[in-house]
């Protein structure tokens, strides 16, 4: 008979099993490279936004003095007309203390909410960005698609016909437009095309769209918004297309000396098939981190040639309110282009870890 | 068949009588091809009094055509010219002044324009602070058409007459309520400093009416602003309407950057904008003409005060002997601007009439005078040294820095020439070149040596041109903005001390002219012989007016171009009475 004997408890050993915690779940969280990526833009947005924030209420001129001035040396008002006319028509209030002004800013920005523009009563700055961010994509948008696409095309048959006709007369002419101010390119334009030969009223192509056409999904409507686009992006083509193109010109005689690109030809490969997918492809690779902060700054579009052509976009709002002292409609739309800098920077940084494997190969070691 | 012509005729009659006024009425044809930096889409409102509203978007030229004043002033006879108003004037006693407005006014609704109208702009105005508020008590309709401004003690004056004729009236039907409100809160008590008028304030700024209620021969609503352009419609209800010549006010938006090419290629009849002289030159060569009137100011060298040697009256002066201002001026702005002659602090085109004759021939001109400049250096206590520049008796240049705007083009001129001048004369002068918001605001907080900004003004009375800019760069400014650093309260002149500041203030005040004069003429004295700024030139507005578009521009020796740019811009009066009107009309 076998006795029963009891075995004294003994301490059962821990068992190491992680309980999940929230401080876990965000360290597993942080390490996770695209959620890493993200929360950094994010606190660049932050920083950014509240550098600019102090910036930009160091201007000299409050709104009210800056409309005083404008007042008195432009419409020839006494100082009683012009203060009168502006001091009490202002939504500003320049005795708030600078941080209150700025915890008030923070929480209509959590709470999606801009605020009104200063200078134009009772107009919030979210509308005025909505009104017209979406010419300035339109616009600005597609002449950087154009002339990306054919600085690439271009600089591509440049470099690998190199020394040819065609490399000579575009290497020549991109350096000179390259050269160019995109202001000096629109003036030229509107005098000479517009004033001296008189080949289109200067009248009918400033503006966003034909006034008289009804806004609507029509082909009169469309036609007459890329007719008024036409010049802006012929100028905005013009006046970057040089750079891509040598840029590309550039990438593609480094990538023309790899080895592949011998052995590729010593496998008898087409020679289109060369140019697309063994050098194009590779030589392309350093221009989309540019064309990313290009896409970026797409939003805050061209100041100066919006201005000229009186082009209903962002950037000639951005100019009006600078120059008005308009604190919260130039914070507003700088924080749009600084969120859309910081973005298009993340997305070039997923885009050429998905066009080169090596790079994405480098971050899943870091990570 | 007797009867047959009989009935013929009176039918004929009929419709004559019942046509004819109708045909009176039609739109007119043809299109003002004018200029204005109004307001873009989105951000513009018919709002009489807020921003973004028809102040902003019409500008102290356009607006009168939507929203008459009682009068306009005609520089060349000293008299008004009704708009809205067909008679004015003051009281016996000088207590009250009165308008009665024209018989026949009417709104674009239909409604006619009535005294309650001018009496709830003027309540309204009470809110915002009006500067009328200042000097009158009370507003009060004595009937329909007539309406009474009762002053408070010593209130009356010709300032404040054209302050009262100058005022856009705006309807009762938009603004009735805020005006009912605004009464309210004034017989309850209420001061600025109150929350409740405060919230009136802001309501009155926030007040968005659906549509413009004109006065005036013109209207237009929210669809007529396009990006490019907004365009003013003749209405047939003005008392204007009929005299009117142009079917349509079109504006195109923009400064002189944007319009320049326009005015070349002819799309633009008369712009108001300012000019640089190579673009006047091409205007002139284009075969567009060009027509010049007083800008109401011109540049002017200021100093800070408390930095030597600009402290001593006779550094100053030396600095006016030396300055030719007839050079500055062409530099400036061509043939549009001319070398200041009397040094009074008013500007040449009105000294002749708010100054006496003796008192302008006792003045210092002030002339290109390199020796008198020298002499004045000297007794300063200034000598040269071997590279020909002043030094004082430790052998210190005067090296200073001059501040101006460098997007202006002509106070840059100005101040860059005054620059070389003096020191061609010996001075060691840096120029600084910033933003022109910059430049004003380095002048309020006093972070600037010379600078150069305006002086004079659009104004026929002397409070208005002596005010800019020494009182503007003095007392007009924040508490802890010091300006000029000048403490124009104790000025001293032939041994006396003055308070400029005071005097200044009520140069303009009562009905006596001759008291003004004699007001005026002591300043003036003041001002001259203390240079406590130099006004370099007097500036012309020269404007392009393109008559292959627009016809019947009088001669350039009209006395209606005696009026200066701003609310008594010639081209208003011209359009009003229809003098204007397209061309091949």
């Not at chain 2, 028809?54 to 010219?81: H, I, K, Q, W």
């Not at chain 2, 079917?247 to 008369?270: C, N, Y």
């Not at chain 2, 933003?435 to 600078?451: G, H, T, V, Y």
Request: contains cysteine; hydrophobic residues 45%.
């Amino acid at each position: 008979m076998s006795a029963i004997t009891t075995q004294p408890a003994q301490p059962q050993p821990q068992v190491d099993v992680q309980t999940p915690n929230v401080l876990d779940f965000l360290r597993r969280l942080w390490r996770n490279y695209y959620v890493k990526v993200f929360i950094q833009g994010l606190i660049t947005i932050w920083a950014v936004t509240t550098f600019t924030f102090f910036m930009i209420r160091q201007m000299p001129g409050s709104p009210v003095e800056a409309k005083i001035d404008e007042l008195m040396t432009r419409q020839a008002m006494t100082y009683e007309e012009a203060y009168r006319a502006t001091a009490t028509l202002f939504n500003f209030d320049p005795d708030r203390p600078l941080h209150l002004q700025y915890f008030d800013f923070l929480s209509g920005l959590v709470r999606g909410d801009l605020g009104d523009s200063i200078t134009k009563g009772g107009v919030s700055v979210t509308s005025i960005i909505l009104r017209y961010l979406p010419w300035t994509l339109f616009c600005v948008g597609m002449a950087l698609v154009i002339s990306f696409s054919l600085g690439i095309v271009m600089g591509l048959a440049m470099g690998y016909w190199r020394g040819s006709w065609f490399d000579n007369l575009i290497t020549t002419i991109s350096s000179i437009i390259s050269g160019i101010p995109d202001y000096i390119m629109a003036l030229l334009i509107i005098l000479i095309f517009g004033v001296q030969l008189q080949w289109f009223r200067i009248g009918d192509v400033r503006g966003g769209v034909d006034p008289n056409i009804t806004p609507g999904f029509t082909f009169e409507y469309i036609a007459s918004v890329f007719k008024y686009a036409l010049l802006p992006m012929l100028i905005y083509v013009l006046s970057s297309i040089g750079t891509w193109t040598l840029s590309m010109k550039s990438s593609t005689i480094s990538t023309l000396g790899e080895d592949y690109i011998t052995v590729a030809k010593a496998r008898g490969l087409s020679q289109r098939r060369i140019l697309t997918d063994y050098v194009g492809r590779n030589a392309m690779l350093p221009l989309v981190t540019r064309l990313a902060i290009s896409v970026g700054f797409v939003v805050g579009g061209s100041v100066i040639i919006e201005e000229m052509f009186q082009y209903p976009g962002l950037g000639r709002n951005l100019y009006i309110a600078i120059s008005g002292r308009d604190y919260t409609t130039m914070q507003g739309i700088f924080l749009v282009i600084t969120a859309a800098v910081v973005f298009s920077n993340i997305l070039a940084d997923l885009a050429i870890g998905w066009l080169d494997p090596r790079v994405r190969l480098g971050k899943q070691e870091e990570s | 068949m007797k009867r047959l012509f009989l009935v013929v005729g009176l039918l004929i009659l009929v419709f004559g009588v019942v046509a004819l006024p109708a045909a009176a009425q039609d739109a007119p044809e043809g299109t003002w091809l004018g200029t204005w930096p109004y307001s873009a889409p989105g951000t513009h409102n018919l709002n009489s009094f807020a921003a973004g509203g028809l102040n902003d978007n019409l500008g102290t030229v356009y607006r009168v055509f939507v929203e008459l004043t009682p009068a306009y002033y005609m520089y060349a006879s000293d008299e008004y010219f009704g708009l809205l108003a067909e008679s004015w004037g003051f009281n016996d006693d000088a207590t009250a002044y009165e308008y009665t407005i024209k018989e026949g006014a009417m709104w674009s609704d239909g409604n006619p324009v009535t005294s309650q109208d001018v009496v709830d702009t003027f309540s309204v105005g009470r809110i915002l602070n009006w500067t009328q508020w200042t000097f009158l008590d009370s507003v009060e309709a004595v009937d329909e058409r007539t309406v009474r401004f009762n002053f408070q003690e010593g209130g009356a004056s010709r300032n404040a007459e054209r302050l009262i004729l100058k005022e856009y009236v705006v309807s009762s039907a938009n603004y009735g309520d805020l005006a009912e409100q605004a009464r309210q809160v004034v017989a309850d008590g209420k001061t600025s400093d109150d929350a409740e008028w405060q919230a009136l304030s802001t309501a009155i700024e926030e007040f968005r009416p659906e549509s413009l209620i004109a006065s005036g021969p013109y209207t237009y609503s929210l669809d007529d602003v396009g990006e490019a352009f907004m365009t003013l419609h003749w209405q047939p209800n003005s008392v204007f309407s009929s005299t009117v010549k142009f079917g349509d006010l079109k504006l195109w938006a923009g400064e002189t950057e944007q319009t320049t090419p326009l005015v070349l290629s002819g799309e633009l009849a008369h712009s108001t904008n300012v000019y640089p002289p190579a673009t006047v030159e091409s205007f002139a060569q284009a075969g567009i003409r060009l027509i010049s009137i007083s800008r109401g100011y011109g540049p002017v060298l200021l100093f800070n005060f408390t930095v030597p040697p600009f402290d001593n009256k006779l550094v100053r002066q030396a600095m006016a002997y030396a300055i030719n201002r007839d050079q500055n001026a062409l530099l400036t702005n061509g043939l549009g601007a001319s070398g200041t002659v009397y040094m009074s602090g008013i500007l040449d085109s009105l000294s002749p009439t708010l100054l006496d004759q003796s008192t302008l021939d006792a003045l210092d001109h002030y002339p290109n005078d390199l020796d008198a400049a020298a002499a004045k250096m000297e007794e300063a206590g200034y000598t040269r040294n071997d590279a020909g520049k002043w030094v004082d008796a430790d052998g210190n240049m005067i090296s200073v820095e001059y501040t101006f705007p460098a997007d202006f083009a002509d106070f840059s001129a100005a101040a860059r020439d005054a620059t070389a001048q003096l020191n061609d004369f010996g001075f060691d002068i840096t120029e600084r070149a910033l933003p022109w918001q910059e430049a004003a605001n380095a002048i309020r907080i006093s972070d600037f040596d010379l600078s150069v900004w305006s002086w004079g003004s659009a104004s026929p009375f002397a409070y208005q041109n002596f005010n800019n800019p020494i009182r503007r760069w003095t007392v007009q400014l924040a508490e802890d903005q010091p300006g000029l650093k000048l403490d124009i309260s104790n000025i001293e002149y032939e041994g006396q001390t003055y308070d400029l500041n005071d005097m200044i203030l009520n140069v303009s005040n009562g009905l006596d002219t001759a008291e003004q004069h004699e007001r005026a003429d002591l300043i003036a004295k003041i001002l001259n012989e203390g240079m406590y700024y130099i006004p370099l030139n007097e500036m012309l507005s020269v404007e392009p007016m393109n008559e292959s578009s627009i016809g019947g521009v009088p001669a350039d020796d009209d006395p209606i171009y005696k009026n200066p740019t701003g609310s008594d811009h010639p081209m208003i009066y011209l359009i009003f009475t229809g003098v204007l009107y397209p061309a091949g009309m």
